[in-house]
T-cell receptor, first 112, second 116 residues
Framework: EDKVVQSPLSLVVHEGDTVTLNCSYE??????LLWYKQEKKAPTFLFML????IEKKSGRLSSILDKKELSSILNITATQTGDSAIYLC???FGGGAQKLVFGQGTRLTINP | DTGVSQNPRHKITKRGQNVTFRCDPI?????LYWYRQTLGQGPEFLTY????????KSRLLSDRFSAERPKGSFSTLEIQRTEQGDSAMYLC??????????????FGPGTRLTVL
């Protein structure tokens, strides 16, 4: 069964630090991997990755996919308290599959 | 607001009652998805529609659950004879299908269900 695992499950850092969140997957037919940010509401789309080794960047956030290692990382530089949230990784797998398979999420807390 | 909307935002019900939730997707999106999220977990897929056709249902979707999208626009999710284990956040998402099939899904604010 397709599976997505995120680590760490929880992370507490100080404002200004750089963090790296990890996502690994076990799948039969990979299509794409997505990152979402979830605060006290619905997940907000961050990135969609389909090709290995190509970094996607948005401000202080960046993400890259490694298909050989079946993994992805999400980097946040110069963290701010507003970055505190749950970060979800999700995969789309299978030939005709449209559903997303989510990991448990990483709860990130940024202390001032 | 042109995002995905869901109603109600919160629902408290007694065990055994029926509840119905509504989702209005982004207007030009042809795919609509329902997910369920419990505390400390990522969302779990329930079902999805392409236009009015329900194309996939999860094993999580028991006989007490039914979803419709009658005109290919808004969708409803009904839970009959609710149980305490149904308490969760019910999330709706929509997307616009592209030729390669890859598409990001945009989520609504969710309906939080509490079954007493």
């Amino acid at each position: 069964e397709d599976k997505v695992v995120q680590s760490p499950l929880s992370l507490v850092v100080h404002e200004g630090d750089t963090v790296t969140l990890n996502c690994s997957y076990e799948v039969t037919n990979f299509r794409s991997l997505l990152w979402y940010k979830q605060e006290k509401k619905a997940p907000t789309f961050l990135f969609m990755l389909t090709s290995s080794g190509i970094e996607k960047k948005s401000g202080r956030l960046s993400s890259i996919l490694d298909k050989k290692e079946l993994s992805s990382i999400l980097n946040i530089t110069a963290t701010q308290t507003g970055d505190s949230a749950i970060y979800l990784c999700a995969g789309r797998f299978g030939g005709g599959a449209q559903k997303l398979v989510f990991g448990q999420g990483t709860r990130l807390t940024i202390n001032p | 607001d042109t995002g995905v909307s869901q109603n109600p935002r919160h629902k408290i019900t007694k065990r055994g009652q029926n509840v119905t939730f509504r989702c209005d997707p982004i207007s030009e999106h042809n795919r609509l998805y329902w997910y369920r999220q419990t505390l400390g977990q990522g969302p779990e897929f329930l079902t999805y529609f392409q236009n009015e056709a329900q194309l996939e249902k999860s094993r999580l979707l028991s006989d007490r659950f039914s979803a419709e999208r009658p005109k290919g626009s808004f969708s409803t999710l009904e839970i009959q004879r609710t149980e305490q284990g149904d308490s969760a956040m019910y999330l709706c998402a929509s997307s616009l299908v592209r030729g390669d099939g890859n598409n990001e899904q945009f989520f609504g604010p969710g309906t939080r269900l509490t079954v007493l």
